[in-house]
């Protein structure tokens, strides 16, 4: 399946990979982040957009398959793969696995309602859950919706009843994902626009003079020294 969305000036790639192999890259979640071009930031090309989506579409290309299809060489093309990876828009790899062979459970999508004041810390409960595999904020009637990993009845049963005793909560409503349909393999090539940076800490726009730091293996931006160290302080606590 391969799902495309926007989130924070950002455009999210979900799509399949294989099991991995040498020289091969194998994608499931590809975070593409559109940012400025300060520092060497720079928007992403056609080029870099027809990277990510035949890797998507199979992720057994090669540097020598992707080069042909960009027209480049292959030590450019390995490059620009490099740099994706190293300005962290591509922000990990992973494997897609067929849970339905290990286990008997199914996921589930979960929506909450709750006060404004209370969500945040209503979502850091909910995320820490090792049941739970997503968690997103929403508008509407509901404003958390959470999904979870392949859990079994009574394991879903365990996890409304500890959600409906989060202090908060107001209602909960739960709808069980029993069937997919085949997977699409096509990618949209969508032109990338400038946008400016988010950073990491305060999640406020900014632009100009750029703090980063590779902190947990990812290359993180901030818009000053303070929040690059509490981010950092943060980070360390949480792991």
């Not at 989130?7 to 040498?22: A, D, F, H, M, Q």
């Not at 209503?122 to 859950?129: F, G, K, P, Q, T």
């Not at 406020?204 to 509490?230: A, M, P």
Request: aromatic share 10%; charged share 25%.
């Amino acid at each position: 399946m391969i799902i495309i969305y926007t989130y924070k000036y950002s455009l999210v790639v979900w799509g399949s990979n294989l099991p991995p192999r040498t020289n091969f890259f194998q994608f499931q979640h590809v975070f593409i982040k559109l940012k400025d071009s300060p520092n060497n930031l720079k928007p992403l090309d056609k080029k870099d957009l027809i990277i990510l989506s035949e890797l998507l579409n199979d992720g057994r290309k090669t540097y020598s398959d992707l080069a042909e299809k960009i027209n480049l060489t292959v030590p450019a093309t390995k490059s620009r793969v490099e740099k994706l990876i190293e300005n962290g828009i591509i922000n990990f790899f992973t494997v897609n696995l067929d849970y339905t062979l290990l286990t008997e459970g199914r996921p589930s999508i979960i929506s909450i309602k709750a006060p404004p004041n209370s969500i945040q810390n209503i979502s850091d409960m909910i995320y820490s859950n090792k049941l739970v595999h997503k968690v997103f904020f929403t508008g509407g009637k509901h404003n958390l919706l959470l999904m979870t990993h392949y859990i079994t009845e009574a394991q879903k049963n365990k996890l409304i009843n500890e959600l409906q005793n989060l202090e908060g909560v107001e209602d909960i409503e739960t709808t069980i994902l029993y069937e997919e349909l085949p997977e699409k393999r096509e990618l949209l090539i969508i032109e990338p626009k400038s946008i400016k940076l988010i950073c990491a800490y305060c999640k406020r726009e900014f632009s100009g003079t750029i703090f980063s730091k590779v902190i947990g293996n990812k290359k993180r931006y901030f818009c000053c020294n303070i929040c690059l160290n509490e981010f950092e302080k943060k980070f360390e606590m949480a792991n």
